[in-house]
């Protein structure tokens, strides 16, 4: 069975202070792995897909990068406006739905 | 160009009754996915549907039912409603899931139920 899991759980930076979320998972073949941020309320919004180990994408302060294992989003200088929970999700090659992880909820403080 | 709309935005409901939920996908988009999001669970996979057929159904009881009209836009139904229902439920379109392209998110219905 795809799984997902997502650490740290919360994460608490100062403005400028850079950091990175890991996300590891479990799949049998990988098809894509999603990242998207989510504010209080509101639909997660897409911010990357990766497909083979290697690639990275990169999005203002954000970057994401891919193994064979696990993804990781770096975020460099963030400001309070980058506070938000960040998912990952993967998508199976025997299967069409996203498997999400729990997510990591991310505080920037001024 | 338009996002992912969904209707209503704000539901209550008493245990017991039915409820629908309504999804109009990305224009061009042809596939669309249910999901629920509890505080608890995460975001749990409902089901998806691609020309108007069911591909994909997550772990869910048989109350919990989805449909696809042939414009692609989409709506899923919940009979006889538990507390455990209350959520937000998301509606997700993307161009082709056989390409792996990414899911684009509504904003969610919050259903309460009570």
Known sequence: EDQVTQSPEALRLQEGESSSLN???????LRGLFWYRQDPGKGPEFLFTLYSAG???????????????????HITAPKPEDSATYLCAVRSQGAQKLVFGQGTRLTINP | KAGVTQT????IKTRGQQVTLSCSPIS???SVSWYQQTPGQGLQFLFE??????????????????RQFSNSRSEMNVSTLELG???LYLCASSLDPRTGSEQYF???????VT
């Open chain 2, 85 to 87: 229902d209350s959520a």
């Open chain 2, 28 to 30: 061009g988009h042809r």
């Open chain 2, 49 to 66: 549907y691609f020309s108007e057929t069911q591909r994909n159904k997550g772990n869910f009881p048989g109350r919990f039912s989805g």
């Open chain 1, 23 to 29: 996300c590891s998972y479990t799949v049998s073949g």
């Open chain 2, 8 to 11: 209503p935005r704000y539901l």
């Open chain 1, 55 to 73: 690639e990275e994408k990169e999005k203002e302060r954000l970057k994401a990068t891919l193994t064979k294992k696990e993804s990781f989003l």
């Open chain 2, 106 to 112: 509504g904003p969610g219905t919050r259903l309460t």
